[in-house]
């Protein structure tokens, strides 16, 4: 880990040795994640080797089985398939009226479906607060380009949050390669500028010192799973790659086995075979009757058992461990019916995804955070109508990301308002509708107006004489 800047003085290797491991773990779970399988695995053929000699020369990938890229999907869909409702106030407020503006000038939703991506694959998500010509914005970073600096007694606390990125550029003719660095402090950052020369830093070109007017890092990390000895999260890929990669093993020996006996040889006795007028060799004149004689080989195909059936339990092996490992369960892959054709009510499929779920509030939790804050400190960047949200209470209603049963939650919602008088119809309109408060108390009214209309005491009074 790193404790100061002096990796990045003239004359130190850049990226830092520390930060090689880490950086090496997104490299390939970024080739993972856009299905370049064959190339990573092939790099690490000691986990799957088997006695049948050099695994290159055994098996191939004909089919890519992207488990990994499935659970980066699935997890932000159920994060953020249903957008949260994000309130700071009442519908009309400032406050309000400040959420939707940095909402609808961020993209909010595609960035943070983004960042929940980045946490999946690579363990760390990263919202940055940036200012723009007209207030500022909610953007992502990626991790491969951050660096945190922590301190020395105590790695929870960052110091700084490092942006580093190297590009190259030609100048009168030669190729320069150059260092760029953005030292994020709390309220400001400095940007540097470095050349270097095969990956030493070897002269310091410009330092420009930058103030954010924030009262916190611009950099946001959301992380997966931390633990008290990490400042990074941990992934979901690595625990299951050996599994994928066994998976696509055995794939792989299935279709080869199936190709190479679609097309099987043939035995027989030598008086089948006729000479071929063209190139002389001896061939078999199929399509006519051969005749067998007394001690004779009935001619026939050759046949191999492949124990295919051994493959295929194997595979079934693996897809269980690749659900319980993953914590994604099978129905999240889409098994919903656990091969007896039935659907699954939403309150099942809510129990056959109890795994999954629980697996997402874990980075929900890290989200709500994360998302409040960069609210917070995206509002203090000002623009037309935004509102300084520091002494605002911010509050997330998130979904759960599952198909809704109407007719489960309209029992669910009969029996509560009705019989157990336990939720508001105003509650049900806002929380189970989606509705504004305005919305939900203009749908109230019209309510009350209908059930006055249909009630037998609304007996109109007639003039008398």
């Not at 030292?183 to 002269?203: A, C, N, P, Q, V």
Request: charged share 25%; hydrophobic share 35%; net charge negative.
């Amino acid at each position: 880990m790193l404790t100061d800047l002096t990796w990045l003085e003239v004359g130190q290797r850049f990226p830092p040795k520390s930060e090689k491991q880490r950086l090496e773990m997104y490299a390939k779970n970024r080739e993972l994640f856009e299905n370049n399988h064959a190339a990573i695995y092939y790099e690490d053929l000691k986990r799957i080797e088997r006695v049948i000699g050099n695994f290159q020369d055994v098996v191939s990938y004909p089919v890519v089985l992207n488990f990994q890229k499935i659970i980066s999907l699935k997890i932000a869909d159920l994060l953020l398939g249903e957008p949260p409702k994000i309130n700071a106030g009442d519908d009309n407020s400032k406050e309000q009226d400040t959420i939707k503006i940095i909402q609808e000038k961020s993209r909010l939703q595609n960035i943070s479906y983004q960042v929940a991506i980045d946490v999946s694959r690579y363990g760390d998500g990263l919202f940055l607060i940036r200012e723009v010509d007209d207030g500022g914005i909610i953007d992502i970073t990626h991790p491969a380009i951050w660096y945190p600096v922590v301190e020395i007694d105590d790695i929870k606390e960052i110091q700084y949050h490092v942006l580093a990125w190297q590009y190259d550029k030609i100048v009168d003719g030669i190729k320069h390669d150059y260092l760029k660095c953005q030292i994020h402090k709390i309220g400001s950052y400095e940007e540097r500028l470095y050349e270097t020369d095969g990956g030493m830093i070897t002269k310091s070109i410009s330092s420009d010192e930058r103030k954010t007017g924030l009262d916190d890092f611009a950099v946001i990390q959301v992380s997966n799973v931390v633990t008290s000895d990490r400042i990074t999260g941990l992934d979901d890929y690595t625990d299951v790659d050996s599994i994928v990669s066994e998976l696509m093993v055995r794939v792989g020996q299935i279709a080869r086995i199936l190709d190479k006996h679609a097309s099987p040889s043939m035995s027989g006795p030598i008086g089948a075979l006729v000479p071929d007028p063209v190139s002389g060799e001896w061939i078999l004149k199929s399509g006519n009757y051969l005749p067998v004689e007394d001690g004779d080989v009935a001619p026939a195909y050759i046949t191999w058992n492949g124990q295919l059936e051994a493959n295929f339990n194997q595979i079934e092996k693996l897809v269980n461990f690749l659900y319980t490992i993953s914590e994604m369960g099978s129905a999240i892959f889409g098994d919903l019916t656990s091969k007896g054709g039935a659907v699954p009510s939403g309150t099942a499929l809510k129990r056959l995804m109890i795994s999954p779920l629980a697996k997402v509030n874990r980075i929900r939790i890290k989200f709500d955070y994360a998302l409040k804050e960069a609210l917070n400190l995206c509002s203090q960047l000002g623009g037309k109508g935004v509102t300084n949200l520091s002494n605002t209470d911010i509050s997330i209603v998130w979904q759960d990301g599952l198909p809704s049963d109407e007719w489960e939650d309209a029992q669910i919602i009969e029996k509560r308002t009705a019989g157990g008088n336990t939720m508001s119809t105003k509650r049900v309109l806002t929380q189970k509708d989606g509705m504004s408060d305005d919305d939900a108390d203009a749908e109230i009214e019209l309510i009350e107006e209908d059930e006055s209309f249909d009630s037998p005491l609304n007996v109109p009074t007639f003039p008398t004489d």
